[in-house]
């Protein structure tokens, strides 16, 4: 026995059963006519005086090369072996029934050959449980799929439009009482699949608007029509399957009719009823002039939400030639739900839309309704799910913002103790608790400490066995973190709360030696007891030090912090405190002209919520080595196109005059050059934190100032200075900026060109705008220049399709770093 074998053949029927299993297919009905002759359950019917011939096998008449579609028997209609001068027939032939109500799609697909003649057609028709509907026809020289029987064309179509437990299907040859050629067909296969529920299911076969559809006009004098077009110019057939169909035709009401817009509205279905919807509908789409369009919208019973537009022919150009669009229409989830397709000429002698067999179909789940809330247990693997289509329902909570995508979840408590609700989420979300059930839920508990989605919920609640909890998850829309994603919530009992430092509260601040050594800690599981720094409104997670000022020279608090941290010094008491300094940068804060005696509080807090870690904090005096260029009269020389001159004004005095453009100027470093002959220069410093650059003619103790600029990042290109005497000296100062964090100091290469170079590169521009495509939407431009190097879009893009209201944000980040955005 060879085990090797039989273990490969094991898995191959394994895994050729799990993917019939994936597939979910069953064949409702198939026939390949191998057997060379018409099964026996399959009915012939001929209407007219004529004999048709046909048969099931191989081709013999002599005008044929005897191949057939796939090499073996096919069903064979012969009208030219019939012979000339032979009354005109209609032969039919028909499938024995099967039912096809078990399933939301019900694909037919066979191969047919057609070789036309005169008006002779080949027609598919399928039983609706009352009578046979025409589904596809063959009837001209455009329809002919070539000469031999083994030039043919797969027909694949939708029928769960007419699905019923008696369906079957009926092909239909008529000569129209021509000497005509022939047709055949081969390998028919039915095939039922899917679990949806079909909730709109509309052929306009009836000619008419259909009972719930509504047309409206929105501009012009014509709408939309159902039934067959007149237009000679549709010189391949006048309907898309060879039924009714629902079109407007701009090409047939002319050049001078008015500008139109229509909207043809389905009926109301309730989009709450499933997880997930689809759209699939038959479309030609035939353009002529700029602003010609068609758009799908959905329609929430107050506001139109764009879902695509059509702006480039598709399928036709021949309404006989449509293509199957599906679209999912989840994301636009409602209680009322109307797909619109609305149709504008562009005010303009426009071609034609048509629109047939539409179905939106529903399937799935989903627990964004408090009545279908999925159940916790206690202790159990978390429950995954997402509310990436999900509505948000029931009252706002008490402690968030903008909510979405609500997810609700029901518990009935089996322990008296402390429970420990994890989310895991990949949104950032909100927890609410609620007692009482649907009807009259109570929110007793609103949990938000990941307020920007980083890292998820982990909230810890006392809880009453024997009670029955709804707790609810919802996506927050605010500036940081996405408001939908995936989720894998549980629900533990825990024996305690998680622990909280000592110092978590301004009253039991840890003291501080100046000069010791640094005491270590940690902010994890801190709460937020206030106030907020000044400059940072999104501070968490704050913990406390207090320490005696002895001295009135400058300090420096460092606190080691492996997270991204605030330090923020206040002076009085608790309860009572006054903002001294900040530094929202964190790692270390710089004071002086401290009141000696005088107790001071230092907070440091995670600049977001969750952002906690370890410090160690420490207080001492601060020293350094000044830079060599420190004070005016000892500059360091840049030469004119010389490259650039590294410095940095860590540790710098102050030394020289106020800089006009800058009150608060502090640690400057200077420069010096002469003035080429044409008097002008330009400067890039490389700096890349906030400083001013001051030039200066004359000495040290004689300063005029004949330019200054605030804060020329390096980004910002390189800034012209006109006006300068010829070879004559001039000193540059480079001095610290206040910002919103204080003052920074860092490194400098500054580089100063002839005011005629052109070996400065442009400064990295974006620019956007929106290009209207007609009500509803618009196409984003999105134009680059600049900067140095290649180019990296995040966010938007250019050609990304914006529907109305719908906001963008285009960042562009160039080789060198730099970065431009724009949102709108």
Same mark, same amino acid.
């Given at each position: 026995?060879?085990?090797?074998?039989?273990?490969?053949?094991?898995?191959?029927?394994?895994s050729?059963?799990?993917?019939?299993?994936?597939?979910?297919?069953t064949?409702?009905?198939?026939?390949?006519?191998?057997?060379?002759?018409?099964?026996?359950d399959?009915?012939?019917?001929? %209407?007219?005086?004529?004999?048709?011939?046909?048969?099931?096998?191989?081709?013999?008449?002599?005008?044929?090369?005897?191949?057939?579609?796939?090499?073996?028997?096919?069903l064979?209609?012969?009208?030219?072996?019939?012979?000339?001068?032979?009354?005109?027939?209609?032969?039919?032939?028909?499938?024995?029934?099967?039912?096809?109500?078990?399933?939301?799609?019900?694909?037919?697909?066979?191969?047919?050959?057609?070789?036309?003649?005169e008006?002779?057609?080949?027609?598919?028709?399928?039983?609706?449980?009352?009578?046979?509907?025409?589904?596809?026809?063959?009837?001209?020289?455009?329809?002919?799929?070539? !000469?031999?029987?083994?030039?043919f064309?797969?027909?694949?179509?939708?029928?769960?439009?007419?699905?019923?437990?008696?369906?079957?299907?009926?092909?239909?040859?008529?000569? *129209?009482?021509?000497?005509?050629?022939?047709?055949? %067909?081969?390998?028919?296969?039915?095939?039922?699949?899917?679990?949806?529920?079909?909730?709109?299911?509309?052929?306009?076969?009836?000619?008419?608007?259909?009972?719930?559809?509504t047309?409206?006009?929105?501009?012009?004098?014509?709408?939309?029509?159902?039934?067959?077009? @007149?237009?000679?110019?549709?010189w391949?057939?006048?309907?898309?399957?060879?039924n009714?169909?629902?079109?407007?035709?701009?090409?047939?009401?002319?050049?001078?009719?008015?500008?139109?817009? %229509?909207?043809?509205?389905?009926?109301v279905?309730?989009?709450?009823?499933?997880?997930?919807?689809?759209?699939?509908?038959?479309?030609?789409?035939?353009r002529?002039?700029?602003?010609?369009?068609?758009t799908?919208?959905?329609?929430?019973?107050?506001?139109?939400?764009?879902?695509?537009?059509?702006?480039?022919d598709?399928?036709?150009?021949?309404?006989?030639?449509?293509?199957?669009?599906?679209?999912?229409?989840?994301?636009?989830?409602?209680?009322?739900?109307?797909?619109?397709?609305?149709?504008?000429?562009?005010?303009?002698?426009?071609?034609?839309?048509?629109?047939?067999?539409?179905?939106?179909?529903?399937?799935?789940?989903?627990?964004?309704?408090?009545?279908?809330?999925?159940?916790?247990?206690?202790?159990?693997?978390?429950?995954?799910?997402?509310?990436?289509?999900?509505?948000?329902?029931g009252?706002?909570?008490?402690?968030?913002?903008?909510?979405?995508?609500?997810?609700?979840?029901?518990? !009935?408590?089996?322990?008296?103790?402390?429970?420990?609700?994890?989310?895991?989420?990949?949104?950032?979300?909100?927890?609410?608790?609620?007692?009482?059930?649907?009807? *009259?839920?109570?929110?007793?508990?609103?949990?938000n400490?990941?307020?920007?989605?980083?890292?998820?919920?982990?909230?810890?609640?006392?809880?009453?066995?024997?009670?029955?909890?709804?707790?609810?998850?919802?996506?927050?829309?605010?500036?940081?973190?996405?408001?939908?994603?995936?989720?894998?919530?549980d629900l533990?009992?825990?024996?305690?709360?998680?622990?909280?430092?000592?110092?978590?509260?301004?009253?039991?601040?840890?003291?501080?030696?100046?000069?010791?050594?640094?005491?270590?800690?940690n902010?994890?599981?801190?709460?937020?007891?206030?106030?907020?720094?000044?400059?940072?409104?999104?501070?968490?997670?704050?913990?406390?030090?207090?320490?005696?000022?002895?001295?009135?020279?400058?300090?420096?608090?460092e606190?080691?912090?492996?997270f991204?941290?605030?330090i923020?010094?206040?002076?009085? *008491?608790?309860?009572?405190?006054?903002?001294?300094?900040?530094?929202?940068?964190?790692?270390?804060?710089?004071?002086?002209?401290?009141?000696?005696?005088?107790?001071?509080?230092?907070?440091?807090?995670?600049?977001f *919520?969750?952002?906690?870690?370890?410090?160690?904090?420490?207080?001492?005096?601060?020293?350094?080595?000044?830079?060599a260029?420190?004070?005016?009269?000892?500059?360091?020389?840049v030469?004119?196109?010389?490259?650039?001159?590294?410095?940095?004004?860590?540790?710098?005095?102050?030394?020289?005059?106020?800089?006009?453009?800058?009150?608060?100027p502090?640690?400057?470093?200077?420069?010096?050059? @002469?003035?080429?002959?044409?008097?002008?220069?330009?400067?890039?410093?490389?700096?890349?934190?906030?400083?001013?650059?001051?030039?200066?003619?004359?000495?040290?103790?004689?300063?005029?100032?004949?330019?200054?600029?605030?804060?020329?990042?390096?980004?910002?290109?390189?800034?012209?200075?006109?006006?300068?005497?010829?070879?004559?000296?001039?000193?540059?100062?480079?001095?610290?900026?206040?910002?919103?964090?204080?003052?920074?100091?860092?490194?400098?290469?500054?580089?100063?060109?002839?005011?005629?170079? @052109?070996?400065?590169?442009?400064?990295?521009?974006?620019?956007?705008?929106?290009?209207?495509?007609?009500?509803?939407?618009?196409?984003?431009?999105v134009?680059?220049?600049?900067?140095?190097?290649?180019?990296?879009?995040?966010?938007?893009?250019?050609?990304d399709?914006?529907?109305t209201?719908?906001?963008?944000?285009?960042? %562009? @980040?160039?080789?060198?770093?730099?970065?431009?955005?724009?949102?709108?």
């Open positions: 026995m060879n085990i090797p074998h039989l273990k490969y053949h094991l898995v191959f029927v394994l050729f059963l799990l993917a019939l299993t994936h597939q979910a297919q064949i409702l009905y198939a026939e390949d006519f191998n057997g060379c002759e018409l099964p026996s399959w009915t012939v019917n001929v %209407v007219g005086g004529g004999t048709p011939v046909w048969n099931v096998g191989m081709p013999d008449n002599t005008n044929s090369d005897g191949t057939t579609i796939d090499g073996t028997c096919m064979i209609i012969d009208d030219d072996a019939a012979g000339d001068g032979t009354e005109g027939y209609k032969v039919q032939f028909t499938t024995p029934t099967f039912d096809a109500t078990q399933f939301s799609t019900i694909e037919l697909s066979m191969d047919v050959h057609f070789r036309n003649y008006t002779s057609s080949l027609k598919i028709f399928v039983f609706d449980g009352n009578e046979f509907q025409e589904i596809k026809k063959y009837d001209s020289y455009e329809d002919a799929t070539g !000469q031999q029987f083994s030039e064309e797969t027909y694949v179509t939708d029928l769960s439009f007419y699905a019923n437990q008696n369906m079957s299907i009926m092909i239909q040859y008529d000569d *129209a009482d021509y000497f005509a050629w022939w047709a055949g %067909v081969d390998n028919i296969e039915v095939v039922g699949t899917g679990t949806a529920t079909n909730v709109v299911l509309e052929t306009f076969n009836d000619c008419v608007l259909p009972l719930g559809w047309a409206e006009i929105v501009q012009g004098d014509d709408a939309w029509q159902f039934g067959y077009v @007149t237009n000679p110019n549709a391949d057939g006048n309907s898309m399957n060879g009714c169909f629902a079109f407007f035709d701009d090409d047939v009401i002319g050049d001078s009719a008015a500008y139109s817009v %229509v909207r043809l509205f389905s009926p279905f309730d989009g709450t009823a499933f997880a997930t919807f689809t759209l699939d509908y038959d479309l030609v789409f035939r002529a002039v700029e602003g010609e369009n068609l799908i919208y959905v329609f929430d019973g107050q506001e139109f939400h764009f879902v695509k537009t059509y702006t480039e598709t399928g036709g150009p021949q309404f006989t030639a449509p293509v199957d669009e599906v679209i999912d229409l989840s994301a636009y989830r409602s209680e009322n739900m109307q797909i619109v397709f609305q149709y504008e000429d562009g005010d303009g002698y426009g071609w034609w839309v048509g629109i047939d067999n539409v179905k939106v179909s529903g399937e799935g789940l989903i627990n964004d309704l408090c009545e279908n809330a999925f159940a916790l247990q206690t202790g159990v693997t978390c429950l995954e799910g997402n509310n990436l289509t999900a509505l948000f329902t009252d706002e909570p008490s402690c968030g913002g903008k909510n979405v995508g609500s997810l609700w979840y029901t518990y !009935q408590a089996d322990f008296t103790g402390i429970a420990k609700i994890e989310t895991r989420a990949t949104f950032n979300e909100l927890i609410t608790i609620y007692e009482g059930g649907c009807a *009259a839920a109570t929110e007793l508990h609103c949990y400490r990941d307020e920007h989605g980083f890292t998820g919920e982990i909230f810890y609640v006392n809880i009453t066995s024997g009670n029955e909890y709804l707790i609810r998850v919802s996506g927050l829309d605010e500036v940081f973190g996405v408001p939908r994603g995936s989720l894998c919530i533990q009992e825990v024996a305690n709360f998680p622990n909280t430092p000592t110092n978590d509260d301004c009253v039991n601040a840890v003291p501080l030696t100046v000069g010791g050594a640094c005491v270590d800690g902010n994890y599981n801190a709460n937020f007891s206030g106030p907020e720094p000044s400059r940072n409104n999104r501070s968490r997670a704050d913990i406390w030090y207090s320490f005696l000022a002895t001295t009135t020279d400058e300090l420096l608090i606190s080691n912090a492996d991204a941290d605030v923020t010094l206040f002076s009085g *008491a608790c309860g009572n405190l006054t903002e001294v300094a900040i530094n929202d940068h964190g790692q270390e804060l710089k004071v002086e002209g401290l009141t000696m005696g005088e107790i001071y509080f230092i907070q440091i807090s995670g600049y *919520a969750t952002v906690e870690g370890n410090i160690c904090v420490a207080i001492n005096a601060n020293s350094g080595t000044p830079p260029n420190d004070d005016c009269a000892n500059p360091i020389l030469n004119v196109d010389g490259g650039c001159v590294a410095a940095n004004n860590a540790f710098a005095s102050l030394d020289g005059p106020t800089p006009s453009c800058e009150i608060y502090q640690s400057d470093i200077w420069y010096q050059f @002469t003035a080429p002959a044409n008097g002008s220069v330009k400067f890039n410093t490389g700096g890349g934190f906030p400083h001013t650059i001051s030039v200066y003619h004359g000495g040290c103790n004689d300063l005029e100032e004949v330019f200054c600029a605030h804060n020329p990042l390096a980004c910002d290109g390189f800034v012209l200075v006109n006006n300068l005497l010829p070879n004559e000296t001039y000193l540059v100062q480079i001095s610290s900026s206040q910002s919103t964090f204080g003052y920074t100091q860092g490194d400098l290469c500054l580089e100063i060109l002839n005011g005629n170079s @052109t070996a400065d590169t442009p400064p990295l521009s974006l620019s956007v705008d929106v290009n209207c495509l007609g009500l509803g939407s618009g196409e984003l431009n134009f680059i220049a600049g900067g140095t190097g290649n180019y990296t879009v995040q966010g938007n893009a250019g050609g399709t914006l529907a209201g719908e906001t963008y944000l285009v960042i %562009v @980040t160039d080789d060198a770093g730099c970065e431009r955005s724009v949102t709108g």
